[in-house]
């Protein structure tokens, strides 16, 4: 049982370039997340899925796009990298039953430079 | 949404007993306490959650305040292991999306 599995782990990107941050749960979980972590900082949502197909804005969603087209799959997107983007993003899933927490995957470290 | 207020951090001798504290003094009658940590460079994980009545697991216990204005999370006997930033985070049963929104949590050292 894999739980949330995020990829890649560690990325370097330049100013301007676009990548997809892969997260890919099996636990038929509803629910996803996306979060942001700053050095030092808390999280922060950037967006949210609770379902196939839909899906919204959290506290921080500029420069971000997300689909949800399966179940499983919750890719981030971000198109025009920005030093501001450099951060730890952690990818989530749960229930969405209110007792029910989340589980968390092990992050993507990405370093725009 | 309702907000928590947490010391930034906490020391303790490594088995001896911790008390993480955590004041929210708005929570709602249906907001639930979720306590997450985050151990270096991991994901947070779940620890435990409660309503209205005090909880325990194998991971530790928790403390409800009888007006639910504070709660603390109780490690038993702490271990190095248990070095972490912990999270302590309300949840709205009446929020339909189950969103959870992170403050800067308590780091708390232990010390061999």
């Known amino acids: 049982n894999a739980g949330v599995t995020q990829t890649p782990k560690f990325r370097i990107l330049k100013i301007g370039q676009s990548m997809t941050l892969q997260c890919t749960q099996d636990m038929n979980h509803n629910y996803m997340y996306w979060y942001r972590q700053d050095p030092g900082m808390g999280l922060k949502l950037i967006y949210y899925?609770?379902?196939?197909?839909?899906?919204d804005k959290g506290e921080v969603p500029n420069g971000y796009n997300v689909s949800r087209s399966t179940t499983e799959d919750f890719p981030l997107r971000l198109e025009l990298a920005a030093p501001s983007q450099t951060s730890v993003y952690f990818c989530a899933s749960s229930t969405g039953q209110a007792y029910y927490g989340y589980t968390f995957g092990s992050g993507t470290r990405l370093t725009v430079v | 949404d309702a907000k928590t207020t947490q010391p930034n951090s906490m020391e303790s001798n490594e088995e001896e007993p911790v008390h993480l504290p955590c004041n929210h003094s708005t929570i709602s009658g249906t907001d639930y306490i979720h306590w997450y940590r985050q151990l270096p460079s991991q994901g947070p994980e779940y620890v435990i959650h409660?309503?209205?009545s005090n909880v325990n697991n194998r991971m530790a216990s928790l403390a409800i305040a009888e007006d639910r204005k504070s709660s603390t999370l109780i490690l038993h006997r702490a271990t190095l292991r248990d070095a972490a930033v912990y999270y302590c985070i309300l949840r709205d049963v009446g929020d339909n999306f189950n969103k959870f929104y992170f403050g800067s949590g308590t780091k708390l050292n232990v010390k061999p």
């Open positions: 409660g309503l209205t």
């Open positions: 899925s609770v379902g196939a197909g839909i899906t």
